[in-house]
């Protein structure tokens, strides 16, 4: 069953193809501890982006290999771009998809702060 999310303003908005995740990881590294980042993983095909694709903004850093994509308007990082060894990925930010109840899932503690 697909699921759907979006910023805070509602400009960004997208839908995965996937049942909703039972888990999620957090990570401490600079980036994703300072936005609170609730994180599941799906393969691009699964993604598509519904609307808003003029307000969303780039930011880069460290590596450069995760593509982090914020709302110009409100703010919000809805998702990510990235590669696995598996091909292309998105990183889902769960605390922007409403029917995910975020206190029910298996998390997953990353030391990204270690990289």
């Known amino acids: 069953m697909p699921y759907t999310g979006s910023c805070h303003c509602g400009a960004v908005t997208f839908t995965v193809a996937a049942d909703p995740p039972t888990e999620g990881m957090t990570c401490n590294c600079s980036h994703c501890s300072r936005k609170g980042l609730v994180l599941t993983f799906v ?3 699964q993604f ?3 609307s808003g694709a ?3 903004a780039d930011y880069l850093f460290y590596k450069h290999a995760i593509t982090h994509q914020f709302c110009r308007t ?3 990082e809805a998702f990510a771009l ?3 060894p598996q091909g292309d990925m998105r ?5 922007c998809v ?3 109840d ?9 030391d990204g702060a270690s990289f």
Not at 91 to 95: D, M, Q, T
Not at 102 to 109: F, G, N, W, Y
């Open 82 to 84: 990235g590669k696995s």
């Open 91 to 95: 990183a889902i930010n769960l605390r």
């Open 43 to 45: 393969p691009s095909e």
């Open 48 to 50: 598509s982006l519904d």
């Open 54 to 56: 003029e307000q969303v």
């Open 98 to 100: 409403p029917s995910i």
């Open 102 to 110: 975020l206190d029910a899932l298996t998390i997953t503690k990353v």
């Open 74 to 76: 409100c703010g919000t």
